[in-house]
């Protein structure tokens, strides 16, 4: 009640569960292939239309797909919709091109091998119909251009031998040797060559090929901008800022602001680095720039914080304008506790409202506008807990897996072993909760997961929804494979598509 006579609508329910279904995939594996090191995908990343999706390899490639379903009627989507014209096609892909982005690099300073991996990939503003992105590994970060441009080939000489005479003739009758448009003589030792190349009386005109520019195009990427010297550890985070001009770039220790426009400087605006590096007790693990408030900006760190960051403030940032961190439950610490406690990823939903985090063991939903901790707790790899020694071993504890939103909002998702990923609903009264495996058979090891339902977003309230507790076997009670693990995926901006990769493959479900 808003008023007198204002009634407010009842909330509509949650949205159903989503049934998801393989859509592609690129570079499938043979059953029994060996997977090479370069060819595994290291980033994934799709542009804010989501009509291009680029990724990066350990061996420094990106590789660009462009969308085709929406170029098939010649009309955009959002007009067939209003002329009620039927789609019923989901979104595809299909390869367009690709680059090397980064090469194997030494640095003799530091006596340290720079690997050629991408890390991160982030789109840019188009402009003039040519794409822009970011790509960067451990030290340098590029600025690509991609553009078709028209092809250029040589056409037909210019002069017709029949109708060009004595225009650079040097044959003449008193003139015993023939001689070539040089002047030089024409002797026995040629005598090998065809006549068709030099006819008897030498040649009688010069003839020049003149290039012509075809209706024939051809991508070309061209890298404008090199971003390097800049980051003493290794870069683990880049992202574009809202107002086109502007992009950050985080490592361990600091977080640097760049202008597209100048790669010989840049501003320090985040520096954690203690005076003495024996008290330092946390690191930058991720940091990304609000989708809309060029101003703002989040970082997270090893002890499973989240600070939100106002550059109207100060010109160093070391002072944040919120921080998010969930309280640790008493007598919980362990040995593992802060390993499990560093997030590997954070994500704004499209609105800016929310931050969406993923830590070893959970997916966590952030309201920007409550800090005393998540709106929602997604469990993960809670069933992995007594398995924690081993993964520590192994090294898989230290796995970054990413984490993404759809458009909407009303779905985050997130990587697991095995090649599986979960898709769960965060609108409130969802209990969605669906395992899918990167496979073309994605409901293969499909249980549903019983789990609590939800309470709404704004409730003070937060919400934990648990999976299966046995240890050694994932969600849906399946063995657990940690040498397959899916760590990289996105979600379409706009349609409920997610890409994923699994070793070398890129996979794509639609619902």
Excluded at 278 to 299: G, K, Q, R, W
Excluded at 386 to 414: M, Q
Aim: proline share 5%.
């Amino acid at each position: 009640m808003h008023g007198g006579d204002e009634v407010v609508a009842a909330p509509a329910g949650p949205p159903q569960p989503l049934d998801w279904k393989f859509s592609q995939v690129f570079g499938e594996r043979i059953a029994g292939e060996e997977v090479q090191e370069v060819d595994i995908i290291s980033a994934i990343e799709f542009d804010k239309t989501g009509d291009h999706l680029a990724t990066g390899d350990r061996g420094g490639r990106v590789v660009l797909f462009e969308r085709t379903d929406a170029k098939d009627h010649g009309v955009s989507r959002r007009d067939l919709e209003r002329m009620d014209y039927p789609i019923s096609r989901h979104p595809e892909f299909r390869y367009k091109t690709e680059f090397q982005s980064h090469e194997p690099e030494f640095d003799y300073l530091k006596s340290l091998e720079i690997e050629e991996k991408i890390n991160k990939i982030r789109w840019c503003q188009t402009a003039n119909s040519a794409l822009f992105l970011l790509s960067t590994n451990d030290k340098t970060i590029k600025f690509w251009k991609v553009q078709e441009k028209k092809i250029k080939k040589i056409s037909d000489m210019n002069l017709d031998p029949s109708k060009a005479v004595g225009n650079g003739s040097v044959s003449s009758s008193s003139n015993p040797k023939p001689c070539l448009v040089n002047g030089s003589s024409f002797d026995g030792s040629y005598n090998n060559l065809s006549n068709d190349f030099f006819p008897p009386g030498g040649l009688p005109s010069l003839r020049l090929p003149v290039v012509v520019t075809s209706q024939e195009t051809n991508l070309v990427a061209r890298c404008r901008r090199v971003y390097g010297h800049a980051h003493d550890y290794h870069i683990n985070s880049i992202s574009s800022n809202s107002d086109g001009e502007t992009f950050i770039s985080a490592d361990d220790l600091r977080i640097n602001l760049w202008n597209l426009e100048i790669s010989s400087q840049s501003f320090n605006i985040v520096d954690v680095k203690p005076a003495n590096m024996e008290d330092l007790t946390e690191v930058i693990t991720s940091a990304e720039f609000h989708p809309t408030h060029c101003n703002m900006l989040a970082y997270s760190s090893s002890k499973g914080s989240i600070r939100l960051i106002d550059l109207r403030q100060s010109a160093l940032c070391d002072s944040h304008a919120k921080l998010f961190e969930e309280p640790e439950p008493p007598g919980s610490r362990s040995f593992f506790t802060e390993i499990i406690a560093s997030i590997s990823d954070i994500k704004f939903s499209k609105d800016g409202r929310y931050i969406l985090s993923r830590d070893y063991m959970t997916l966590k939903l952030w309201d920007i506008n409550m800090d005393s901790g998540p709106a929602a707790t997604f469990q993960v790899h809670e069933y992995l807990r007594p398995k924690l020694c081993d993964l520590y071993e192994n090294d898989s504890i230290f796995d970054k897996f990413e984490c993404c939103l759809s458009g909407d909002g009303l779905r985050v998702a997130t990587g697991s072993y095995s090649n599986l990923f979960r898709v769960c609903g965060c609108a409130p009264g969802s209990t969605e909760s669906t395992t899918l495996e990167a496979s073309k058979n994605p409901m293969r090891r499909q249980l549903q997961t019983p789990t609590r339902p939800s309470r709404p977003l704004s409730s003070i309230a937060r919400v934990v929804r648990r999976g299966s507790e046995t240890p050694g076997v994932d969600t849906n009670g399946n063995s657990f494979d940690f040498t397959t693990k899916l760590l990289h995926l996105a979600w379409h901006p706009t349609e409920n598509l997610i890409a994923c990769a699994a070793a070398n493959s890129l996979y794509m479900y639609y619902a």
